[in-house]
C-alpha cells in the first residue's frame, strides 16, 4: 500500500510543543497578573472580524499583509492585531462606562509577510489600551507599565525608544504636501534612515513619476521671494479645491475671456489647478527630505535629543507643543519610578502606520550574541475611537508584547527557566500503581506539574523517559518504600536520591521546586 504524501504546514505558521508552550503560558500569565494589578481588565476578542474595521484605521499600510476572503457576500479577515478590535468593542458595547477604561488583551495574530527570524504570519500578542485619558501622565502611565512588565518577566538591559509622531506631521505641515505624498513620507521616516535617500526617491517615484521633472523646477524653498506672476500662482496654491476654481472662473469671466475648446470648461479649469500644484511638489518634496534627514539623526539621551529638536523646531518655525508633551512625559515617567533599562528619546522614530496622533515607542533588547529584537511597541490615537463609528472623540492609546519574542530574549540571556518544573512519579511494580496515583493526585493540590508513569515500563526505561522529558525530579515506589511510608526522591540533574517520608513529600519537593504550593 503507497504511503500518503505528508501535508506540511502553511510557510509561516508554526507548532508550539509542550516545553514552549508551558513557557508560553507562564509569560502570558505573568504579564496578565502585571496588568491586573494596575486595574487594566481583560477582555477576550473575536479572531475573524470585518475587513473594513482594518481598511479604516490603517487604510493600505495594512491591506497588503491581510488573510482576507469573503464568506456570503462580506468581507472578512483574521485579525492582523487587536486594538482596532479593542476599540471596536468599545464602540460598540462600552461606551456608557465610565472613563478612563483600561483593557488587556492576549491571543494570536495573523499578518501575510515575508518569516523571518522571530517573525511568523501567527503570532501572539499581549497588550493593553487605555481609553479615555490624555496628555503626558496618561503616556508615562504606559510606558512604565511596558518597561515595569518585562521586569516583571526578569528582563532588565533593554532600551527603551520614545517618539512623537506630532514633530514630523507638523513640518510636512508646514510645507503643504500633497495628502498622499505627505502619509508616503510619514510611513518611511525610518526607512529613510536606514536605507538611505537614494532608495526612498525610488520608491516615492512610484507614486510621484513627475518627481524629477518637477524638482528641476526649483529646489529652493517654498518661500523664496515670489516673481512676476508667482504671487498668483502661490495664492491659488494655498487655497482650498473648490476657492481655487471659484477663482480661476471669476478672473476668466471679469476678462471675459472663453474656454474655447472641445472639453467642459471645468475640466480644463481642474487640469490647469492640477499642473499648478504639481509643479510646486518636487521642490517641497526635496526641502521635506532634507529636514527629515536632520529630524532624524536626533536620537540619545532624552536631554540632548529635545535641546537638538527645540533648536531645529526654532530654525524651521515649527510649533513646539509636542516637544513639551514629550519633556512632561519623561518627567512624569520618573515619578511612576526609574525604568531598569536605558531610555532614548529618538525623533526619527515612526513606527510605519499614519494612524498615530502623538507619543510613539518601541522597547529593544539585545542578547548576548549582539542580536536586537524589537520586545514591544505602542504609542497614541486619539483619532481612532471616531475614526470607528464612536459617539464622541476619545483619546486612546496602548501598546503590546510580541509573545514569542519575549520567549526568545528570556531563553537567551534574562536567566530565567522556562520549562515549568516537573516531577515524574514510577512505580518499581504494577502494585505500587495505586500509590504511584495517589503520590501524583498530592503533588498535583499542590499545584506541582506531575507525570505519573503507569504503563509498566522497567524502572531503568521510566528513569531515562522522565530525563528525556526535562522532568527535575523523580519519585520512585516499590513494595518496601509502600511498607515504610516513605517514597526514594531523585534528583535527575544529580542523581542523588534519599528516602522521604510520604506525609511531608509534597512539601519537599515544592520547596525544591521553588514552588509556592
Known amino acids: 500500500m503507497a504511503t500518503a504524501d505528508k501535508i506540511a504546514a502553511l510557510r509561516g505558521m508554526r507548532d508550539v510543543y509542550s516545553a514552549e508552550h508551558s513557557a508560553r503560558r507562564r509569560v502570558e500569565s505573568a504579564l496578565a497578573q502585571h496588568f491586573q494589578l494596575h486595574s487594566y481588565a481583560p477582555v477576550d476578542l473575536p479572531i475573524l472580524e470585518n475587513t473594513e474595521l482594518y481598511l479604516r484605521k490603517s487604510g493600505e499600510d495594512i491591506a497588503a499583509r491581510l488573510y482576507e476572503f469573503q464568506f456570503k457576500s462580506r468581507r472578512i479577515a483574521l485579525r492582523p492585531e487587536l486594538t482596532a478590535s479593542v476599540i471596536r468593542a468599545y464602540v460598540e458595547q462600552l461606551q456608557d462606562d465610565p472613563l478612563p477604561l483600561r483593557l488587556q488583551y492576549n491571543g494570536p495574530v495573523f499578518r501575510y509577510e515575508k518569516p523571518q527570524l522571530h517573525r511568523y504570519r501567527q503570532f501572539s500578542l499581549c497588550g493593553v489600551e487605555l481609553i479615555g485619558a490624555a496628555g503626558p501622565l496618561a503616556d508615562a502611565e504606559l510606558l512604565h507599565l511596558a518597561c515595569s512588565g518585562l521586569e516583571r518577566l526578569g528582563i532588565h538591559d533593554y532600551e527603551l525608544r520614545i517618539g512623537h509622531t506630532q514633530v514630523l506631521q507638523t513640518l510636512l505641515d508646514k510645507l503643504a504636501l500633497r495628502y498622499q505624498l505627505r502619509s508616503f513620507l510619514l510611513r518611511n521616516m525610518e526607512n529613510l534612515r536606514k536605507r538611505g535617500r537614494a532608495q526612498l526617491v525610488d520608491s516615492l517615484r512610484a507614486i510621484y513619476p513627475d518627481y524629477d521633472a518637477a524638482a528641476a523646477v526649483g529646489r529652493a524653498d517654498a518661500g523664496q521671494p515670489a516673481g512676476d506672476g508667482q504671487q498668483l500662482i502661490n495664492l491659488l496654491r494655498d487655497m482650498s479645491d473648490d476657492e481655487a476654481h471659484q477663482a480661476i472662473t471669476d478672473f476668466l469671466r471679469s476678462l471675459s475671456i472663453r474656454i474655447d475648446t472641445n472639453r467642459d470648461e471645468g475640466e480644463v479649469i481642474d487640469r490647469l489647478l492640477h499642473k499648478i500644484r504639481e509643479d510646486q511638489q518636487g ?8 529636514r527629515m534627514q536632520r529630524l532624524g539623526e536626533l536620537a540619545g539621551a532624552p536631554e540632548d535629543a529635545l535641546e537638538g529638536a527645540y533648536a531645529l523646531a526654532d530654525e524651521f518655525e515649527l510649533d513646539t507643543d509636542a ?10 515617567l520618573k515619578d511612576f519610578g526609574a525604568p531598569s533599562g536605558q531610555i532614548q528619546l529618538d525623533m526619527g522614530l515612526s513606527r510605519g502606520l499614519h494612524y498615530y496622533t502623538g507619543l510613539i515607542f518601541e522597547i529593544h533588547y539585545s542578547s548576548k550574541d549582539a542580536e536586537t529584537v524589537q520586545l514591544c511597541g505602542g504609542g497614541r490615537y486619539d483619532n481612532l475611537v471616531s475614526s470607528l463609528g464612536g459617539a464622541n472623540a476619545t483619546a486612546a492609546a496602548g501598546f503590546s508584547f510580541g509573545v514569542e519574542r ?48 503507569t504503563d509498566g515500563r522497567s524502572l531503568r526505561r521510566a528513569l531515562k523517559y522522565a530525563d528525556r522529558r526535562g522532568a527535575a525530579l523523580a519519585i520512585i515506589i516499590g513494595e518496601a518504600e509502600r511498607e515504610a511510608g516513605q517514597a526514594i526522591l531523585r534528583d535527575m540533574r544529580s542523581h542523588r536520591e534519599r528516602q522521604v517520608p510520604l506525609d511531608v513529600l509534597p512539601a519537599e519537593v515544592g520547596a525544591l521546586l521553588g514552588e509556592g504550593g
Not at 508633551?325 to 518627567?331: A, M, P, R, S, V
Request: overall charge negative.
Open 283 to 290: 521642490p517641497k518634496l526635496h526641502v521635506a527630505l532634507d
Open 323 to 332: 516637544l513639551a508633551d514629550l519633556e512632561k512625559t519623561i518627567d512624569a
Open 406 to 453: 519575549l520567549l526568545s530574549a528570556l531563553k537567551s540571556d534574562a536567566g530565567i527557566s522556562l520549562n515549568q518544573p516537573s516531577v515524574s512519579v514510577i512505580p518499581v511494580q504494577t502494585e505500587d500503581i495505586a500509590a504511584c496515583l495517589a503520590i501524583a493526585a498530592a503533588l498535583r493540590k499542590k499545584k506541582i506539574v506531575t507525570e505519573a508513569m
